[in-house]
């Protein structure tokens, strides 16, 4: 493990680190925000946030204005990279498949089974990594994402509803099964079985039986995505039928961008600091 990048913020310390992961088979790097509270030798809530369409774990970190409120609220804040990458690593021409675009899954389809094993990375090699190596308290943890980082915060939520306290998400992609970025990349990665795909559909896991007790979403008016790909409407409904608390909040002018996603970031990581300090 090789930190690559290292710059004191906030009175904490913004790292980007590089390591071998096992489970992509590649060199992969995230970035980790160490609050001031973590020079007092104690272990601190950690909020996970997952990336959207094209990122890396820079995006977030060059723009997403979260680290005036961890370090507030004393929030570890972990962002992994999107997909695993390098010239070994197949890829696709397009911006919504293959590299920097990973959903979150683990690949069972040629040629992207080998290295594209996102979920594994995020739900079990990188949390099992941060709780080695950081002062992070696993027993307080937290998740939020944008876009198809939000239907990863969704799905590892859904699929892990004893591990985190909150869950929210910036304009996520709700229904994957049921837009066009989505049935690419699932068809893609986990072939034509429309059933596989429901393991990764917030909506459809909701209809399955997946729960979480409440959900915290924001959404953009402007945001050209919001009909074709994310359609929170779908959400709204199933949290409906679900019984769960879901808070979406449409917010009016505002488009699919870190401008949209900075403006609300400390909202979120106070709504999730609430939770994590009970
Ligand atoms: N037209 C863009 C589309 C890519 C895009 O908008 N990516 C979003 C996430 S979309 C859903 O996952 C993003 O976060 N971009 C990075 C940024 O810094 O804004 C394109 O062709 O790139």
Same mark, same amino acid.
């Given at each position: 493990?090789?930190?690559?990048?290292?710059?004191?913020?906030?009175?904490?310390?913004?790292?980007?680190?590089?390591?071998?992961?096992?489970?992509?088979?590649?060199?992969?790097? =995230?970035?980790?925000?160490?609050?001031?509270?973590?020079?007092?030798?104690?272990?601190?809530?950690?909020?996970?946030?997952?990336?959207?369409?094209?990122?890396?774990?820079?995006?977030?970190?060059?723009?997403?204005?979260?680290?005036?409120?961890?370090?507030?609220?004393?929030?570890?804040?972990?962002?992994?990279?999107?997909?695993?990458?390098?010239?070994?690593?197949?890829?696709?021409?397009?911006?919504? =498949?293959?590299?920097?675009?990973?959903?979150?899954?683990?690949?069972?389809?040629?040629?992207?089974?080998?290295?594209?094993?996102?979920?594994?990375?995020?739900?079990?090699?990188?949390?099992?990594?941060?709780?080695?190596?950081?002062?992070?308290?696993?027993?307080?943890?937290?998740?939020?994402?944008?876009?198809?980082?939000?239907?990863?915060?969704?799905?590892?939520?859904?699929?892990?509803?004893?591990?985190?306290?909150?869950?929210?998400? =910036?304009?996520?992609?709700?229904?994957?099964?049921?837009?066009?970025?989505?049935?690419?990349?699932?068809?893609?990665?986990?072939?034509?079985?429309?059933?596989?795909?429901?393991?990764?559909?917030?909506?459809?896991?909701?209809?399955?039986?997946?729960?979480?007790?409440?959900?915290?979403?924001?959404?953009?008016?402007?945001?050209?995505?919001?009909?074709?790909?994310?359609?929170?409407?779908?959400?709204?409904?199933?949290?409906?039928?679900?019984?769960?608390?879901?808070?979406?909040?449409?917010?009016?002018?505002?488009?699919?961008?870190?401008?949209?996603?900075?403006? =609300?970031?400390?909202?979120?990581?106070?709504?999730?600091?609430?939770?994590?300090?009970?």
């Amino acid at each position: 493990m090789k930190v690559v990048a290292e710059n004191r913020a906030h009175g904490g310390r913004q790292l980007v680190v590089e390591h071998q992961s096992s489970a992509t088979g590649t060199p992969m790097r =995230f970035a980790i925000f160490l609050p001031p509270q973590a020079e007092g030798g104690g272990k601190l809530p950690v909020v996970w946030y997952l990336s959207g369409l094209t990122c890396t774990h820079a995006n977030v970190t060059e723009k997403g204005e979260y680290r005036a409120a961890c370090a507030e609220h004393g929030l570890i804040l972990v962002a992994p990279d999107t997909s695993p990458r390098g010239d070994g690593v197949p890829n696709d021409e397009a911006y919504d =498949f293959g590299q920097g675009a990973g959903f979150y899954v683990d690949a069972t389809e040629a040629p992207w089974a080998e290295h594209f094993r996102m979920w594994t990375y995020v739900t079990e090699e990188l949390p099992a990594l941060v709780a080695a190596e950081y002062p992070a308290d696993m027993e307080r943890q937290a998740i939020t994402g944008h876009s198809m980082g939000g239907h990863g915060a969704l799905t590892v939520a859904l699929r892990h509803p004893n591990r985190f306290r909150s869950v929210s998400a =910036f304009a996520p992609i709700v229904a994957p099964g049921q837009v066009p970025w989505g049935e690419k990349a699932l068809g893609g990665y986990l072939g034509g079985d429309r059933a596989a795909w429901r393991r990764h559909d917030a909506v459809a896991l909701i209809e399955d039986g997946a729960r979480v007790g409440e959900l915290l979403v924001d959404v953009g008016t402007a945001d050209d995505f919001l009909d074709t790909e994310l359609k929170p409407e779908l959400l709204e409904r199933a949290c409906a039928e679900a019984g769960i608390a879901l808070t979406l909040r449409r917010q009016p002018g505002y488009d699919h961008s870190y401008y949209f996603i900075s403006t =609300f970031m400390a909202d979120h990581l106070r709504w999730h600091a609430e939770r994590l300090a009970r």
